[in-house]
């Protein structure tokens, strides 16, 4: 069973880093890529970018570019999201999701972690 | 970028109604789009892929349609179990989704 396990709610102050994380089972890891997906009541769900785990190529989203940096870790099949100073619109629930092949659809998500930044 | 327009925002509709959402793309797409359903609490669910294509487990209520720009996602019959927020993302050009519509019952 495909399963992707997302590390627990964060509060966090503007300014401060985070990376949160996502660890894949129960498929090959590198033959797959991971996207990341932000959900906020205002905007509902936004691509943020994806990682090919096999080579770590990564694509974002032209809106999260330079924003956020997304990595993987093939030794622990486990995929990233990392932020180097965070603001209080980064406030959001972030999934990850599996991206199947051609047609590229997310067929296996994440449980979703909870980010609050506040002062 | 590819912008993806969905209409309506909400919807309120009975059980037993059938209900229309629509997509537009900013430019074509082909039948690159998919379909998925949100519920407060969980994580979103593939219902439609490849425009017109059911997922794996997904009741046949469900269906869509279209290519290039313009396509549909339709409930045949609304259960209630249906009420969530359902959105489009297409694949064409990177990846980008609508801004949801949010479903209720009436």
């Known amino acids: 069973e495909v399963q992707l396990v997302q590390s627990g709610t964060e509060v966090k102050k503007p300014g401060e880093s985070l990376t949160i994380s996502c660890k894949a089972s129960?498929?090959?890891?590198?033959?797959?890529?991971i996207a990341w997906v932000r959900r906020t009541p205002g905007k509902g769900l936004e691509w943020m970018g994806s990682v090919y785990a096999g080579d770590s190529d990564t694509k974002y989203s032209p809106s999260f570019q330079g924003q956020v940096a997304i990595s993987v870790d093939k030794s622990s099949n486990t995929a990233y999201l990392r932020w180097t100073s965070l603001k209080a619109s980064d406030t959001a629930m972030y999934f990850c999701?599996?991206?199947?092949?051609?047609?590229?659809?997310?067929?296996?998500w994440g449980q979703g972690t909870p980010v609050t930044v506040s002062s | 970028d590819i912008q993806m327009t969905q209409s309506p925002s909400s919807l309120s509709a009975s059980i037993g109604d059938r209900v229309t959402i629509t997509c537009q793309a900013s430019?074509?797409?082909?039948?690159?789009l998919n379909w998925y359903q949100h519920k407060p609490g969980k994580a979103p669910k593939l219902l439609i892929y490849g425009a017109s294509n059911l997922a794996t487990g997904v009741p046949s209520r469900f269906s869509g349609s279209g290519s290039g720009t313009d396509f549909a996602f339709t409930v045949s019959s609304l259960q209630p179990e249906d009420i969530a927020t359902y959105y489009c993302?297409?694949?064409?050009?990177?990846?980008?989704f609508g801004q949801g519509t949010k479903l209720e019952i009436k």
């Open positions: 993302q297409q694949y064409a050009y990177i990846y980008s």
């Open positions: 999701a599996r991206l199947g092949g051609s047609p590229f659809y997310l067929d296996s």
């Open positions: 430019q074509d797409i082909n039948t690159h």
């Open positions: 129960g498929y090959t890891f590198t033959s797959y890529w």
